[in-house]
């Protein structure tokens, strides 16, 4: 059962009995291997865990959750705090700005609080849009507006930098808790 297995069917078609025998061969082979399953209710849910339990008798390792609950626990567990995302922003924009890319174009006012604050909004509603960072620059090269290349400079390296430490702007939360 390594990787990810999907089954779908309508009320009765056997999809927890399906899943239930997929989860007791995986711990036939590693009684403690890890092991998801993401169900679409708590009744679900609650229903898996006791079936497996009566198939596979001791399972270690088992985490069962909705697909609400596993995107909030994701989120939490990543979120940065606003003060943390603020301050990493900041950093990200200075170095963008004082460097030699696009971004270089805000170097002249890179020490003021105007320009934080307006790339602090900016980058805000990007990421609650979850505009893609390559494709905010390539409209931006399009647009030939140097504000919007250097805005999309700074946007790019932000998100690399979240990614780089598996991390979340605070925008997120909504859109991952909905979904």
Do not use: C, W
């Not at 009765?12 to 679409?40: C, I, M, N, Q």
């Not at 943390?84 to 805000?106: I, K, M, N, W, Y």
């Not at 250097?150 to 979240?162: E, F």
């Amino acid at each position: 059962m390594a990787g990810l297995t999907l089954v779908t069917g309508g009320a009765g078609s056997g999809k927890t009995a399906r899943l239930v025998a997929l989860a007791a061969e995986h711990y036939e082979v590693d009684r403690f291997a890890p092991l998801l399953v993401l169900v679409p209710t708590a009744r679900h849910a609650d229903q898996f865990r006791r079936r497996l339990v009566e198939r596979a008798h001791a399972v270690f390792g088992l985490d069962v959750a909705t697909l609400n609950q596993f995107a909030q626990r994701l989120a939490a567990g990543h979120m940065l705090s606003r003060d943390v995302a603020d301050e990493l922003l900041q950093r990200v924009t200075h170095e963008r700005a004082t460097g030699d890319g696009a971004a270089s174009r805000f170097r002249p006012i890179v020490h003021t609080g105007g320009l934080h604050a307006l790339v602090r909004a900016a980058v805000t509603d990007l990421v609650a849009d979850a505009v893609d960072p390559a494709a905010f620059e390539a409209a931006a090269r399009a647009a030939t507006d140097l504000d919007l290349r250097a805005l999309a400079d700074v946007y790019a390296a932000y998100r690399a930098s979240l990614d780089g430490r598996a991390a979340r702007h605070p925008a997120e939360a909504a859109a991952l808790a909905a979904s």
